[in-house]
C-alpha cells in the first residue's frame, strides 16, 4: 500500500485530486482491493455506485475515498458525497473512465466509486431479542450466494449473518455487488464452529437448522418460541454433524421434481420469509 492511501492527513483533506493514470500509486493500491489480502490488510473494501455511496454514508459507515469519473463532475449528488467524503477526513479523486473502468474491471463502470472501513459485528455483542432472526451460514463458499443472502436478510427484516468457518469474503467485490447496498444496513458477524456453539449456548436463542434429511417439515416449526438462528449448510456438502447436533430442529423444506436440493441462497429465502411470517401479523390491505 502506497503511503498516500492511508496517510489522509491535513496536506490532504480538502483536496480533490485528478488522476488519468493507471499507473498512479493511489489508483494501483485502490485496485488491488479486489485482492482478500489487501482487503484484509487495510480493513477497506470498494463499493460501486452512487446509490450505494449515498446509502453508506446515510448510514453512517466511513468513507476513506470517494472516485469519481470526470463525466460526474457537477451533478449535485456527487457534489454532495464529494465534500461529505473532504468533511469526514477522506480523499476524493476525480479519474478518468479509463480509469474507472480499471478499478471495477468492467467496461461500463458506474461513475462512482466508495472505499469503506470493513465493519464485522463481533459474535460476543449479538444478544439476539425476542422476535429477531439471524441467519447463520456454514461456509459459505459462492460470493453471489452470500450477496444474496445478505440482501434477502435486509428484505425480510432479519437482524445479520453470522459466517460459521472459512467463508467467501463479504466485502469482495462481487459480494458487495450481489447485496445491491444491503451490506450497509444488515450486521455480519464470524465465528468458527466451536466459537458459534459456545455463543447458542449463552444467547438463548432457538436453532432451526436446515437438512435435506431434515425430520421436520419447516412449515410446521414455531419460530416464535425464541429468537430464531436458521442455520444453512454449505453449498457442496451441506451441514456437518458438528453443527447439526446443535439444532433444536432439523428442517426440510419439500421438494418435487428431480432436483437434490435447492440453491442455497433460494433455501435461505424459504425459510427467511417463513420465519419472518410467523412472527409478523400481517399488513393492512391498502
Ligand atoms: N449436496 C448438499 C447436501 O447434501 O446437503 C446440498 C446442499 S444445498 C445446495 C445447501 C444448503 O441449502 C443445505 O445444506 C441446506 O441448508 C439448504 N437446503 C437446500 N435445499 C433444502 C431442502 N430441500 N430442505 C432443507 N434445506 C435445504
Same mark, same amino acid.
Given at each position: 500500500?502506497?503511503?498516500? /492511501?492511508?496517510? =489522509?492527513?491535513?496536506?490532504?483533506?480538502? =483536496?480533490? #485530486?485528478?488522476?488519468?493514470? $493507471?499507473?498512479?500509486?493511489?489508483? #494501483?493500491?485502490?485496485?488491488? $482491493?479486489?485482492?482478500?489480502?489487501?482487503?484484509?490488510?487495510?480493513?477497506? /473494501?470498494? *463499493?460501486?455506485? $452512487? #446509490?450505494?455511496?449515498?446509502? *453508506?454514508?446515510? $448510514?453512517?459507515?466511513?468513507?476513506?475515498?470517494?472516485?469519481?469519473?470526470? *463525466? *460526474?463532475?457537477?451533478?449535485?449528488?456527487?457534489?454532495?458525497?464529494?465534500?461529505?467524503?473532504?468533511?469526514?477526513?477522506?480523499?476524493?479523486?476525480?479519474?478518468?473512465?479509463?480509469?474507472?473502468?480499471s478499478i471495477t474491471r468492467r467496461d461500463n463502470p458506474q461513475m462512482v466509486v466508495g472505499i469503506f472501513d470493513q465493519r464485522w459485528k463481533p459474535l460476543r455483542d449479538i444478544r439476539p431479542k425476542e422476535g429477531e432472526t439471524w441467519v447463520a451460514l456454514d461456509r459459505v463458499r459462492d460470493p453471489g450466494n452470500l450477496g444474496t443472502i445478505i440482501r434477502t436478510a435486509d428484505a425480510a427484516g432479519a437482524s445479520g449473518v453470522i459466517l460459521v468457518g472459512e467463508a467467501t469474503d463479504p466485502f469482495s467485490l462481487e459480494t458487495v455487488r450481489a447485496t445491491m447496498g444491503s451490506v450497509f444496513a444488515v450486521p455480519v458477524a464470524r465465528a468458527t464452529p466451536e466459537e458459534f456453539i459456545a455463543w447458542r449456548k449463552s444467547a438463548g436463542v432457538s436453532i432451526v437448522a436446515t437438512h435435506l434429511a431434515g425430520a421436520v417439515d419447516y412449515r410446521t416449526i414455531d419460530y416464535r418460541k425464541k429468537p430464531v438462528v436458521l442455520l444453512m449448510g454449505n453449498e457442496q456438502s451441506g451441514l456437518p454433524d458438528q453443527l447439526a447436533r446443535e439444532a433444536d430442529a432439523l428442517a426440510r423444506i419439500p421438494q418435487q421434481g428431480r432436483a437434490d436440493s435447492l440453491n442455497l441462497a433460494v433455501a435461505t429465502a424459504v425459510m427467511l420469509f417463513e420465519a419472518r411470517r410467523h412472527l409478523l401479523s400481517l399488513p393492512e390491505v391498502k
Open positions: 500500500m502506497s503511503k498516500d /492511501f492511508h496517510d =489522509q492527513g491535513p496536506r490532504r483533506v480538502g =483536496q480533490v #485530486k485528478e488522476v488519468t493514470s $493507471l499507473a498512479n500509486p493511489i489508483i #494501483k493500491d485502490i485496485k488491488a $482491493l479486489t485482492n482478500k489480502k489487501s482487503r484484509e490488510e487495510s480493513g477497506t /473494501f470498494l *463499493a460501486e455506485g $452512487l #446509490k450505494l455511496v449515498i446509502d *453508506a454514508i446515510e $448510514l453512517g459507515w466511513t468513507i476513506r475515498t470517494l472516485v469519481y469519473a470526470k *463525466a *460526474a463532475k457537477g451533478k449535485p449528488l456527487v457534489e454532495q458525497m464529494a465534500a461529505r467524503t473532504v468533511a469526514s477526513g477522506g480523499l476524493v479523486l476525480e479519474v478518468s473512465e479509463k480509469v474507472l473502468a
